[in-house]
């Protein structure tokens, strides 16, 4: 007597589990497993080994008619699924090449980690504060990524405000981490927009001036 089957779709609105058994066109067997989803391009299988997916491909076209195979269906999801592999891959590299950018920075926090130092000490603080510089530098640095700056131009801007160094064309968030906030700020209104002079007092009558227009450091005199 011929089994009786219910279609996949109907099974799925009435979350009725039901054992069964298929064979690939290869010869493999899974017996008593129970279909745990339907995707495109094949059936997610409950055995008792664990979670196993077969490919419609492997299956034989009984199976496929009775599971709602749909081969442009099939199609689709393979290049949405191919395409989303190759954005998580460029993700991981794009990452990968950012840290490295960084490892200066990284290997010298981790150094100073390494000595021993009480929890509220001026070597903590400093820690601390590297720490969180760095995690707004990888926020300003993958947005530049973003925007298409190239990898030379960022690690620029990392190795210079790690040495506290800034030069004409930085932009200014940068200043702020490698040189701190001005003492004080002249600010000139014009009809290109606003430009700010910082200037940074280094004792009773040394100073550094930086002009900034725009968000862009535009000269320097020291």
């Keep these: 007597m011929r089994a009786l089957f219910f279609p996949a779709a109907v099974l799925a609105l009435t979350g009725i589990a039901r054992c069964e058994d298929f064979k690939t066109n290869s010869g493999s067997e899974f017996k008593d497993v129970t279909v745990s989803r339907v995707e495109p391009d094949g059936l997610v299988l409950m055995t008792d080994a664990g979670v196993t997916k077969v490919k419609f491909s492997e299956l034989s076209d009984e199976t496929r008619k009775r599971y709602g195979y749909d081969a442009a269906k099939e199609a689709a999801y393979l290049a949405a699924s191919r395409a989303a592999s190759r954005a998580v891959t460029m993700t991981r590299s794009a990452n990968a090449a950012q840290e490295s950018r960084f490892a200066k920075w990284t290997e010298a926090i981790e150094q100073m980690k390494g000595k ?54 930085m932009p200014s968030p940068f200043v702020l981490y490698a040189w701190g906030q001005p003492t004080e700020v002249n600010k000139t209104l014009s009809t290109n927009g606003t430009s700010e002079q910082w200037v940074y007092r280094r004792g009773a009558v040394a100073a550094d001036y930086v002009t900034v227009e725009n968000e862009i450091v535009t000269f320097i005199q020291n």
């Design 116 to 169: 021993s130092y009480e929890r509220e000490s001026p070597h903590a603080k400093k820690i601390e504060t590297m720490e969180a510089v760095l995690r707004m530098l990888r926020a300003m640095v993958a947005e530049l990524d973003r925007k298409g700056v190239s990898a030379a131009v960022s690690q620029q801007l990392i190795d210079s405000t790690f040495e506290k160094k800034i030069f004409v064309g």
